[in-house]
């Protein structure tokens, strides 16, 4: 099973900074790294999929880079719709998919 | 407009069984495969389950596997999850997603709760 890290699990920044989120794979999972987006109450919103494709709809300012075991999912400024927690999952070796621990982003 | 409408889930004590519906609509149901993922309370995503387009190969997390079977009907644009013999660790938010062609997931319902206690 490929163990995916999130780090950090909270990240308190304010509105309009720069955030970077880390990802890490237990091996290499290539480019096959997807990141989602949850808000509370909410369902999973898919972001970015091929460690750096951003999906339909996504705004430019996410953006993820990586390959092999350690991506990177930035935002560039941080806007108030963004607090949220961020999940990559690897979908190269599976049974299982595996998904990280999240990386909540809080307000400072 | 893809849509994920997930029914089924409610309260059962340790032992009992569940039947999760998701019904799908907005895209070829029998051209994608599809999965199941939970969230229990507080805590992040697990993936339970999956299966083919066709239905032909279905997959499970370790912790599920003899327990839960996964289902569709491809002529209902319905995916199932039957899950017996639940246990309090299976307590969670149900969602199930559509793949996108690789096995991320580009759609989620809005999932359904199972909460399994005495």
């Known amino acids: 099973e490929i163990v995916m890290t999130q780090s950090p699990a909270t990240l308190s920044v304010f509105p309009g900074e720069r955030v970077t989120l880390s990802c890490r794979a237990s091996?290499?999972?290539?480019?096959?790294l997807a990141w989602y987006q949850q808000k509370p109450g909410q369902a999973p919103r898919l972001l970015i999929y091929?460690?750096?494709t951003r999906a339909t709809g996504i705004p430019v300012r996410f953006s993820g880079s990586g390959s092999g075991t350690e991506f990177t999912l930035t935002i560039s400024s941080l806007q108030s719709e963004d607090f949220a927690v961020y999940y990559c999952?690897?979908?190269?070796?599976?049974?299982?998919?595996?998904f990280g621990g999240g990386t909540k982003v809080e307000i400072k | 407009e893809v849509r994920l409408l997930e029914s089924g889930g409610g309260f059962v004590q340790p032992g009992g069984s569940l039947r999760l519906s998701c019904a799908a609509s907005?895209?070829?149901?029998?051209?994608?495969?599809m999965k199941w993922v939970r969230q229990a309370p507080g805590k992040g995503l697990e993936w339970v389950s999956g299966?083919?387009?066709?239905?032909?190969?279905?997959y499970y997390t370790d912790s599920v596997k003899g327990r839960f079977t996964i289902s569709r009907d491809n002529s209902k644009n319905t995916l199932y999850l039957q899950m017996n013999t639940l246990g309090a660790d299976d307590t969670a938010v149900y969602y199930c997603?559509?793949?996108?062609?690789?096995?991320?997931?580009?759609?989620w319902g809005q999932g359904t709760l199972v909460t399994v206690s005495s």
């Open positions: 299966i083919s387009a066709s239905g032909g190969s279905t």
């Open positions: 907005g895209f070829t149901f029998k051209d994608y495969a």
């Open positions: 091996q290499s999972v290539s480019s096959n």
């Open positions: 999952q690897q979908y190269k070796n599976w049974p299982p998919l595996t």
């Open positions: 997603a559509k793949n996108h062609w690789l096995d991320f997931f580009d759609y």
């Open positions: 091929g460690a750096s």
